[in-house]
Each structure stands twice: as structure tokens, then as C-alpha cells.
């Protein structure tokens, strides 16, 4: 995100050593672990994939025209989006850092219907309570031929996203989502549970869509997919 040559990112935390055993039984894909971290900016493997992602799809191109509603703003990437001067652009996250961020609940937005041609919430809706109210309010917010940008971490195995209340502690959470301020763990069902709320995937695959970039150059997952989805007609 920086345009900086480094010598390799850094991992997060200790790398695959420290994640849990059941996330990789589970074969969790979402962020590369071991190359996370620049250490010149900052920025994460998820928020250059996402950039990469935007700019193969020449949304980077077309900002201008949309008014564009960003969850819990990547710093480099909401920087990049701000200077495409977007015809709206609105920052949000339940707990804002910076004054620049409107303090929103994206289970329950203020802003009116179909307000938005783009939504971004990358590495948001695992966090969520209810995930199935916040993709009934992104589809509400959603302009008819809008799209939402919803990367979420899940595993390609587990034929049902699991949750459970009981379990609540951080360590119960770490071993159980993957970490510890997850509430749940996205399986197969993942793209019929958004189809239940309104959103139809589109989703594609990194390689395809990013054939000239060299992944471990890159710093990012090429498991990992781009997560686009539409209003369901
Ligand atoms: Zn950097």
C-alpha cells in the first residue's frame, strides 16, 4: 500500500505456529498469517488483497461516480478512496477511532435505502452479533445496481457456520473462530446464508482475477477469495 520494497512482512503474532489447531484441521482461509504485517506502513495482507482486488476490477477507476460506504476503514485503502474523491464517501465502525469515522451499528444503520452504489466491510460481518440483520441492512442501503465488498474469513470444510452462545470466553472464541473477538465461524452454507438476507455472490477466485501478481511478493493469501455480492433481483 505503500509502494515500498521490503525485505518480507512481518507475520501475525507467531505466524501458523500460533494458530489454533482446530483452524487449521478446519483448513481456515483468511488471512496470511505468516506474511501479514508491512513493516513500512503497517498495512495488512487482507488490505492490499482487497486493493488489488479493486483495482483488477477497475472500481478504483470508477469512485468518482459512487457514493461509497466503508466499515471499519482500512487506513491506507480509506486514504486511496478519499483522494478518488468519491460523489459520498462515509466512514463507519461501532467504535470509532478517529473523528473522521461516524460511530455506526451496521446491524442497524441511519442511513436511508438504496443511499449506496458500493459497501466495503473487509474482515467485519465475523465480528457482527447478527450477521444475518447487518447483510438485511446492506442489502437494504444498497442501490439497485450496487454492490457489497464483504471479504470473511471461513472454512472451505465445515458444511455449517458454527456458533454457539456457550462459547463466549476469549480463549473459548480463540480456539473455536479463530480469534478471539470472532462470534462465529463461516462454513459452505456462507453464500446461501447471505442469499436468505438479499445478497447474491459473485465470487471469484484470486488467481483468476490476479494473474500477474506474484502472491508471496504481493503478501497476500491466493486462497483467499474476492467476495462481491448484488442485490438479489
Ligand atoms: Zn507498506
Not at 55 to 82: K, T, Y
Not at 136 to 149: K, M, N
Not at 197 to 204: F, N, Q
Request: hydrophobic share 40%; glycine share 6%.
Amino acid at each position: 500500500m505503500c509502494s515500498r520494497h521490503v525485505g518480507r512482512f512481518l507475520p501475525y503474532r507467531n505466524g501458523l505456529s500460533s494458530m489454533p489447531p482446530m483452524m487449521r484441521a478446519l483448513e481456515l482461509i483468511g488471512s496470511d498469517v505468516e506474511n501479514f504485517e508491512c513493516p513500512r506502513c503497517g498495512c495488512h495482507d487482507r488490505e492490499r488483497h482487497l486493493f488489488l482486488f479493486m483495482q483488477s476490477l477497475g472500481i478504483l477507476m470508477r469512485l468518482s461516480e459512487m457514493r461509497v460506504l466503508h466499515f471499519a476503514p482500512e487506513r491506507r485503502l480509506g486514504e486511496i478512496i478519499g483522494q478518488a474523491e468519491p460523489a459520498e464517501y462515509v466512514r463507519c465502525d461501532l467504535m470509532p477511532s478517529s473523528p473522521n469515522i461516524l460511530a455506526v451499528n451496521i446491524e442497524q444503520m441511519p442511513f436511508g435505502s438504496q443511499s449506496f452504489d458500493l459497501v466495503i466491510a473487509n474482515h467485519v460481518l465475523e465480528h457482527v452479533r447478527d450477521d444475518k440483520e447487518a447483510i438485511r441492512e446492506i442489502a437494504r442501503v444498497l442501490a439497485p445496481a450496487g454492490c457489497a465488498i464483504l471479504q470473511t474469513p471461513f472454512s472451505p470444510v465445515l458444511k455449517q457456520t458454527w456458533s454457539d452462545p456457550g462459547i463466549s470466553s476469549e480463549q473459548a472464541r480463540l480456539q473455536c473462530y479463530g480469534q478471539e473477538d470472532h462470534v462465529r465461524l463461516y462454513g459452505r452454507d456462507i453464500f446461501e446464508r447471505f442469499e436468505a438476507c438479499g445478497l447474491i455472490a459473485d465470487v471469484r477466485h484470486s488467481d483468476d482475477m490476479l494473474p500477474t501478481i506474484d502472491a508471496r511478493q504481493a503478501g497476500i493469501n491466493r486462497l483467499e477469495p474476492f467476495m462481491l455480492f448484488r442485490l438479489a433481483v
